[in-house]
């Protein structure tokens, strides 16, 4: 079992930063995908990222590609997103989640564990 917490949603205005956090619980997280959705109010949820269990491995929306990075430090447990060049688009419930399949996933469906989300505001 694998439980995930996100963490450093915020307000932040257009062309500024954050970094979000997944915190994972369980004493198998480093062999588990990570990955991280978004959804705004109206709209269907939305890929942002993926990364591999080892870390070496990652892919992006088309959306996000150039401005986030998806990182993560197995040692701790945790998730890592780093969003740069915000834009108001962005604005949504960030949500990690986990799987353990051996692929990038990037439908909500192939995942298997999933957090609670983090609210990211990104003002004009």
């Known amino acids: 079992q694998v439980q995930l917490v996100e963490f450093g949603g915020g307000l932040v205005q257009a062309g500024g930063s954050l970094r979000l956090s997944c915190a994972a619980s369980g004493r198998t997280f480093s062999s588990y995908s990570m990955g991280w959705f978004r959804q705004a109010p109206g709209k269907e949820r939305e890929f942002v990222a993926v990364?591999?269990?080892?870390?070496?491995?990652?892919y992006y929306g088309d959306s996000v590609k150039g401005r986030f990075t998806i990182s993560r430090e197995n040692a701790k447990n945790t998730l890592y997103l780093r969003m740069n060049s915000l834009k108001p688009e962005d604005t949504g419930i960030y949500s990690c989640a986990a799987t353990s399949r051996r692929t990038l996933p990037t439908r909500a469906y192939q995942y298997d564990y999933w957090g609670r989300g983090t609210q990211v505001t990104v003002s004009s």
């Open positions: 990364i591999t269990w080892s870390g070496n491995g990652t």
